[in-house]
């Protein structure tokens, strides 16, 4: 039973953070399994289990991240991620452009939450042109989304806004990419077997956004010229 990290856990990841090389992982790799591997694969594993319970969705698969980065992408850094996080997402080698749930510990930070990790363009422009369809079901969740304080709607907006600020729904319709996160500084909370359930009431309220969103997929491209412009 997941029991909370321990400040074990952030003293390693910070150690990690500042030797990122592999003989002192590999003299610390023991460490490494019992502080951070096996209470994230703890927590992973029951966060899933109790959303597995207040859901009807079995697309949804558990990714827990390895501690080994790619070794074609190190671009200048270590071969060790000093954070590491699990994924609850459609078992889609394209998963990158699907809306995934996530939980990340970092040595400074942890956060969770709903998003893209990259959505294409199309995706977005597809939510556009639901918007404009019909603006109410996102509409009645992005009341949901107002009425509470654990999330809040980030990602990066175009340039040059597709919907004037202000009009209904604009913050939405003028990202490029999108997350409902938390995000908070290391502290008791990950400390606490109650994480647990905070997560997994976390995402029991983002499940009717994901539901939404997974299903943009199935909406016909808008035309092309429109598509075009928005590349």
């Not at 070794?71 to 200048?76: N, Q, T, Y």
């Not at 995706?123 to 996102?138: F, H, N, Q, V, Y």
Request: overall charge neutral; glycine content about 6%.
């Amino acid at each position: 039973m997941f029991q909370g990290f321990t400040q074990q856990t952030i003293d390693f990841m910070w150690a990690l953070r500042f030797n990122n090389e592999k003989r002192w992982f590999e003299a610390h790799k023991d460490e490494y399994k019992t502080v951070l591997e096996k209470p994230m694969h703890l927590l992973a594993r029951e966060v899933f289990g109790g959303l597995g319970a207040s859901r009807a969705d079995p697309a949804l698969h558990l990714h827990i991240s390895r501690i080994y980065r790619d070794a074609r992408r190190l671009r200048g850094e270590g071969p060790y991620k000093d954070h590491l996080w699990f994924t609850l997402r459609p078992q889609d080698e394209a998963w990158t452009d699907k809306p995934v749930f996530w939980f990340e510990l970092a040595p400074e930070t942890w956060s969770y939450g709903l998003g893209y990790y990259r959505a294409k363009p199309l995706t977005m422009s597809k939510l556009r042109a639901r918007i404009d369809g019909g603006p109410e079901p996102l509409a009645k969740l992005n009341r949901t989304l107002l009425r509470q304080d654990e999330f809040i709607l980030e990602g990066d907006d175009y340039a040059r806004p597709k919907r004037e600020a202000g009009l209904p729904l604009a913050e939405w319709y003028n990202k490029k990419t999108f997350s409902l996160i938390h995000e908070e500084p290391i502290g008791e909370a990950v400390f606490s077997p109650a994480l647990t359930d905070r997560i997994v009431q976390g995402f029991s309220f983002l499940l009717p956004f994901y539901r939404y969103f997974v299903t943009l997929d199935e909406d016909p491209a808008p035309e092309d010229g429109r598509l075009r412009a928005e590349n």
